[in-house]
């Protein structure tokens, strides 16, 4: 059973940076996939970004260019380093970890199987003009 643990999240003004950190315990993650979904008030969850086992990365065009996924398989741990932020991407940005249905939902950053994915709590990221 993983455990997904969100931090760095705050408030920035447009143009800032932020980074964000997933750390997972309870299991080895190294088979899984990552991503980052986020969710503004009154909107649907949208995936952001995502990275395959292997280190292959996935962006949504919103944020193409502007945010990079990382992660680091010794500290069983995720990130998202998010640079010229701008209002719109004010949302709480959520954690998620897969292993059994990646190939149906990374490469689209669609949301993943519920029933075998597992989800953080979120951070809070607000961006101001």
């Known amino acids: 059973h993983v455990q997904l643990m969100e931090s760095g999240g705050g ?22 996939c990552m991503a980052w979904f986020r969710q503004a008030p009154g909107k649907e969850r949208e995936g952001g970004a995502a990275i395959e086992s292997d280190g292959t990365t996935t962006y949504a065009d919103s944020v193409k260019g502007r945010f990079t996924m990382s992660q680091d398989h010794a500290k069983n741990t995720a990130y998202l380093q998010m640079n010229r932020l701008k209002p719109e991407d004010t949302a709480r940005y959520y954690c998620v970890a897969d292993r059994a249905s990646c ?23 607000t961006v101001s003009s």
Do not use: I, K
Not at 11 to 32: I, P
Not at 104 to 114: F, G, H, I, R
């Open 11 to 32: 408030s920035v003004q447009a143009g800032g940076s932020l980074r964000l950190t997933c750390a997972a315990s309870g299991s080895s993650y190294s088979n899984y």
């Open 103 to 125: 190939m149906t939902w990374v490469p689209y950053l669609t949301l993943p199987d519920m029933d075998t994915a597992y989800w953080g709590q979120g951070t809070q990221v």
